[in-house]
């Protein structure tokens, strides 16, 4: 090892081998002492029967869930080795076991379990709202505070309840995303159908009365797509979620946003000025 460590080549390692010679010779001693070689190794093609075995995947889809779960894996090592853009430490056995329930139920089917309660939110809670994107994606749109409420009220609860989900490990973040980028192309559809004939000089009203359609149609829409595939899902959950996409939407040229109005990216990037205006 002192030997290599010495040699001129290769260049992309002569950092990391300069460590090594920079130690003492008994912290090279120590260091070497402390290399365990697992000679008990599995072999590469015995690798997906293994993993199989461990993780207690089996049945007719085996394959294809062992195949999702690795490619995850892969994404996850990748996020762990990337020291610029790193944006966690580790991946908890939890989270492993929760990205494989959510891999084996896509063929199987499970409900997520329902833990919030609705009910009509007070004076109080509503304010908490007032000021946020959410609410001025509905204020473009003419909705009176009545009807606001009653959105909220999904808004609220549907919060509650994915927080809970991801808290007790019941779906992971990537399975949140992969709900919520249904529900967008839900409402891309609906948005794109009932914004189609707005033209430039289109009437104030006619877009204000378009954008309470792409929202009717988009809440009746993504009510009965499921947080988790072959599950059902209660329908404030999608409803919930949608407006929650509504309230990250913040420039034109985001491609993930989601509004109402025919001209919401130009009022999410104008929004301190008078809605009505």
């Known amino acids: 090892m002192e030997q290599i460590a010495q040699a001129s080549e290769p260049e992309n390692t002569a950092k990391d081998r300069k460590k090594f010679t920079d130690l003492t010779p008994a912290q090279r001693y120590r260091l070497v002492a402390a290399i365990e070689v697992n000679d008990a190794s599995p072999l590469m093609s015995d690798l997906n029967s293994s993993l199989a075995r461990t993780l207690g995947i089996r049945g007719q889809h085996a394959r294809a869930i062992l195949d999702d779960i690795k490619g995850w894996w892969y994404g996850m090592a990748v ?18 076991q929760c990205r494989l329930e959510e891999i084996t139920d896509r063929y199987a089917g499970k409900n997520l379990p329902i833990t919030e309660t609705l009910r009509r939110l007070t004076v109080a809670e509503i304010d908490v709202y007032k000021d946020d994107l959410v609410v001025a994606q509905m204020q473009w749109i003419g909705l009176k505070d009545r009807t606001i409420a009653t959105h909220l009220r999904d808004y609220h609860y549907a919060r509650a309840q994915r927080s809970e ?19 967008w192309d839900e409402w891309d559809h609906v948005f794109t159908r009932h914004t189609d004939a707005i033209e430039d000089d289109t009437p104030a009203g006619e877009r204000r009365a378009a954008g309470k359609r792409v929202l009717d149609d988009t809440m009746d829409k993504v009510a009965d797509k499921p947080a988790r595939p072959g599950s059902t899902t209660e329908g404030w959950i999608g409803r919930g979620t949608i407006h ?8 034109a040229d985001d491609d993930d946003s989601v509004g109402w109005h025919p001209d919401y990216p130009d009022l999410c990037r104008t929004r301190d000025e008078p809605w009505d205006q």
């Open 79 to 96: 996020e762990l080795l990337d020291r610029k853009n790193r944006t966690r430490a580790s991946v908890t056995a939890q989270e492993l």
């Open 165 to 183: 989900w991801l808290r007790t490990f019941k779906i992971t973040e990537e399975g949140l995303e992969d709900y919520e980028r249904l529900l």
């Open 244 to 251: 929650s996409l509504a309230g990250r939407a913040q420039t």
